[in-house]
Protein backbone atom coordinates (compact mmCIF):
# COMPACT_ATOMS: atom_id res chain seq x y z
CA UNK A 1 0.00 0.00 0.00
CA UNK A 2 1.16 3.63 -0.81
CA UNK A 3 1.95 5.44 1.96
CA UNK A 4 0.99 9.61 1.53
CA UNK A 5 1.60 12.17 4.05
CA UNK A 6 -0.34 15.65 4.19
CA UNK A 7 1.36 18.45 6.03
CA UNK A 8 -0.91 21.52 6.55
CA UNK A 9 1.41 24.55 8.25
CA UNK A 10 0.28 27.42 10.25
CA UNK A 11 -3.66 28.51 10.84
CA UNK A 12 -4.58 25.90 8.68
CA UNK A 13 -6.09 24.00 11.58
CA UNK A 14 -8.60 27.17 11.38
CA UNK A 15 -10.00 26.01 8.01
CA UNK A 16 -13.37 26.28 8.35
CA UNK A 17 -13.20 29.48 10.17
CA UNK A 18 -10.62 31.41 8.71
CA UNK A 19 -11.16 33.67 6.26
CA UNK A 20 -13.96 31.52 4.87
CA UNK A 21 -14.08 33.90 1.21
CA UNK A 22 -10.43 33.08 0.55
CA UNK A 23 -10.55 29.32 1.88
CA UNK A 24 -14.04 28.34 2.31
CA UNK A 25 -16.04 27.09 4.57
CA UNK A 26 -15.20 23.58 5.03
CA UNK A 27 -13.11 21.79 7.98
CA UNK A 28 -10.28 20.45 7.17
CA UNK A 29 -10.88 16.83 9.22
CA UNK A 30 -14.25 17.00 7.27
CA UNK A 31 -12.24 16.99 4.14
CA UNK A 32 -9.84 14.79 4.99
CA UNK A 33 -12.42 11.53 5.30
CA UNK A 34 -13.49 12.45 1.64
CA UNK A 35 -9.96 12.47 0.70
CA UNK A 36 -9.29 9.23 2.35
CA UNK A 37 -12.81 7.81 0.51
CA UNK A 38 -11.31 8.96 -2.79
CA UNK A 39 -7.90 7.20 -2.43
CA UNK A 40 -8.91 3.86 -0.67
CA UNK A 41 -5.47 1.71 -2.04
CA UNK A 42 -3.80 4.54 -0.39
CA UNK A 43 -2.53 5.39 3.39
CA UNK A 44 -2.96 9.38 4.12
CA UNK A 45 -1.32 10.18 7.53
CA UNK A 46 -1.73 13.76 8.41
CA UNK A 47 0.08 16.40 10.18
CA UNK A 48 -0.79 20.31 11.26
CA UNK A 49 1.54 21.97 13.16
CA UNK A 50 1.73 26.37 13.34
CA UNK A 51 5.52 25.53 14.12
CA UNK A 52 8.40 25.60 11.72
CA UNK A 53 10.70 22.75 13.28
CA UNK A 54 7.84 20.32 13.88
CA UNK A 55 6.80 21.12 10.31
CA UNK A 56 10.68 20.04 9.50
CA UNK A 57 11.09 17.38 12.37
CA UNK A 58 7.68 15.58 10.35
CA UNK A 59 9.27 16.28 7.47
CA UNK A 60 12.56 14.32 8.28
CA UNK A 61 10.55 11.45 9.92
CA UNK A 62 8.75 10.74 6.99
CA UNK A 63 10.91 12.14 4.05
CA UNK A 64 12.70 8.83 3.58
CA UNK A 65 9.98 6.21 4.13
CA UNK A 66 6.71 7.55 2.67
CA UNK A 67 5.70 7.56 -1.07
CA UNK A 68 5.08 11.48 -1.02
CA UNK A 69 4.30 14.35 1.19
CA UNK A 70 1.86 16.78 -0.05
CA UNK A 71 2.70 20.13 1.98
CA UNK A 72 0.99 23.49 2.63
CA UNK A 73 2.90 25.10 4.07
CA UNK A 74 1.04 28.20 4.39
CA UNK A 75 2.66 31.47 5.05
CA UNK A 76 6.32 29.88 5.84
CA UNK A 77 6.35 29.06 2.16
CA UNK A 78 6.89 32.71 1.46
CA UNK A 79 9.63 32.87 3.97
CA UNK A 80 11.61 29.75 5.22
CA UNK A 81 14.51 28.52 3.90
CA UNK A 82 14.71 25.82 6.68
CA UNK A 83 11.48 24.69 5.21
CA UNK A 84 12.95 24.48 1.64
CA UNK A 85 16.61 22.59 2.88
CA UNK A 86 14.14 20.17 4.55
CA UNK A 87 12.33 18.91 2.00
CA UNK A 88 15.86 18.85 -0.57
CA UNK A 89 16.86 16.38 2.58
CA UNK A 90 14.39 13.71 2.35
CA UNK A 91 14.10 11.81 -0.94
CA UNK A 92 10.42 11.35 -0.58
CA UNK A 93 8.92 13.61 -3.78
CA UNK A 94 7.00 16.56 -2.11
CA UNK A 95 4.32 18.49 -3.83
CA UNK A 96 3.51 22.09 -2.29
CA UNK A 97 0.12 22.94 -2.52
CA UNK A 98 -1.92 26.03 -1.75
CA UNK A 99 -5.65 26.62 -1.02
CA UNK A 100 -5.92 29.81 -2.51
CA UNK A 101 -4.73 31.35 -5.94
CA UNK A 102 -1.24 32.71 -4.42
CA UNK A 103 -0.47 34.68 -7.97
CA UNK A 104 -4.25 36.67 -7.48
CA UNK A 105 -3.02 37.60 -4.17
CA UNK A 106 -0.47 39.84 -2.33
CA UNK A 107 2.81 40.46 -4.41
CA UNK A 108 4.38 39.14 -0.60
CA UNK A 109 2.77 35.71 -1.34
CA UNK A 110 3.84 34.80 -5.01
CA UNK A 111 7.28 34.28 -3.92
CA UNK A 112 7.96 30.87 -2.63
CA UNK A 113 11.26 29.38 -1.25
CA UNK A 114 10.16 25.71 -1.58
CA UNK A 115 9.12 25.59 -5.35
CA UNK A 116 12.13 24.84 -6.92
CA UNK A 117 12.58 21.85 -4.54
CA UNK A 118 8.96 20.67 -5.04
CA UNK A 119 8.18 17.91 -7.28
CA UNK A 120 5.39 20.43 -8.69
CA UNK A 121 3.02 22.83 -7.44
CA UNK A 122 -0.56 23.03 -6.85
CA UNK A 123 -2.71 26.07 -6.38
CA UNK A 124 -5.76 27.47 -6.64
CA UNK A 125 -8.68 24.88 -6.77
CA UNK A 126 -9.79 25.00 -3.17
CA UNK A 127 -9.77 21.94 -1.08
CA UNK A 128 -9.67 20.22 -4.67
CA UNK A 129 -5.46 21.26 -4.40
CA UNK A 130 -4.94 18.18 -1.86
CA UNK A 131 -6.60 15.98 -4.00
CA UNK A 132 -4.86 16.97 -7.09
CA UNK A 133 -1.91 16.61 -5.60
CA UNK A 134 -2.20 13.00 -4.59
CA UNK A 135 -3.44 12.39 -7.84
CA UNK A 136 -0.08 13.15 -9.57
CA UNK A 137 1.83 11.60 -6.72
CA UNK A 138 0.30 8.44 -7.85
CA UNK A 139 1.40 9.08 -12.13
C1 LIG B 1 -1.99 29.28 1.66
C2 LIG B 1 -1.51 30.59 1.01
C3 LIG B 1 -0.49 31.28 1.89
O1 LIG B 1 -0.06 32.49 1.29
C4 LIG B 1 -1.10 31.60 3.24
O2 LIG B 1 -0.13 32.18 4.08
C5 LIG B 1 -1.73 30.42 3.89
C6 LIG B 1 -2.50 29.51 3.05
C7 LIG B 1 -3.10 28.62 0.83
O3 LIG B 1 -3.36 27.43 1.07
O4 LIG B 1 -3.74 29.26 0.00
O5 LIG B 1 -1.69 30.26 5.09
O6 LIG B 1 -0.88 28.38 1.70
Known amino acids: MKRIQVINGPN ?3 LGKREPTVYGS ?15 EIQI ?10 LIDKIHEVG ?5 IVLNAGAYTHTSIALRDAISAVTAPVIEVHISNVHK ?16 VICGFG ?7 IE ?4
Do not use: K, M, W
Open 105 to 120: REEFRHHSFISAVCRG
Open 136 to 139: ALTL
Open 45 to 54: DYFQSNCEGS
Open 64 to 68: YNCDG
Open 26 to 40: RGFDDYLEELRRAFP
Open 12 to 14: LNL
Open 127 to 133: LNSYRLA
